[in-house]
């Protein structure tokens, strides 16, 4: 058995194909007639987990991609993740009626104590940041879209109060997600 990761990214892109679900069963099905969902699954089962079997490496699994969604009334958010022999990445972006209104990326290479990120607001305007976690707390670095440096250092009680703050912003939202629908 392998990890059938053809047919998972076929899966994965349909769930997210258009932002509304019913366009994307009527995508499903076509998908099911035609029969591409069957030949992934058969393409997996024969040829890609047993590559996989034999050289313990699949080659369709040389980058792992994954994607959420997760939607509430007109409000949708999406998760990308990718994560390769170099570096991890995220990418989370915000939609309000099908608009992209904000996106944050994050990405770490292997081995690197920094987080390298981008906030792109609706407007296009760009903030860039480096987080980096030492022994002695969080040092946020931000670089504006006019070019202005700012840097904050987290430590101490800082440091907990920032964590404390994620944590009741995490608690008063888990409401909104238990309500909402999480697409894999």
């Known amino acids: 058995m392998g990890k059938f990761v053809a047919h998972g990214k076929l899966a994965a892109w349909n ?18 007639v035609i029969p591409v969902y069957e030949i992934a699954w058969l393409a997996d089962a024969v040829i890609f987990n047993s590559v996989e079997f034999w050289t313990g ?52 290479g292997y081995g690197s104590p920094d987080y390298q990120g981008v906030t792109v607001a609706a407007d296009g305007t760009a903030e860039k940041f480096t987080m ?31 964590s404390e703050k994620v944590a009741a912003v995490l608690d008063r939202r888990q409401e909104k997600v238990a309500a909402a629908t999480f697409v894999r």
């Open 57 to 108: 490496k699949n080659p369709m699994a040389a980058a792992t991609d994954r994607q959420k969604m997760l939607a509430s009334g007109d409000h949708r958010v999406v998760q990308s993740f990718h994560q390769d022999d170099e570096m991890r990445s995220m990418e989370v972006k915000y939609f309000v009626r099908g608009r992209l209104e904000s996106s944050l990326t994050l990405s770490q």
């Open 132 to 162: 980096r976690s030492g022994e002695h707390g969080v040092t946020l670095t931000r670089v504006d879209a006019q070019g202005r440096e700012t840097v904050q250092v987290f430590e101490g009680t800082a440091l907990q109060s920032v």
């Open 15 to 32: 769930m997210q194909a258009t932002g509304e679900k019913w366009l994307n069963e009527l995508i499903f099905i076509g998908l099911v």
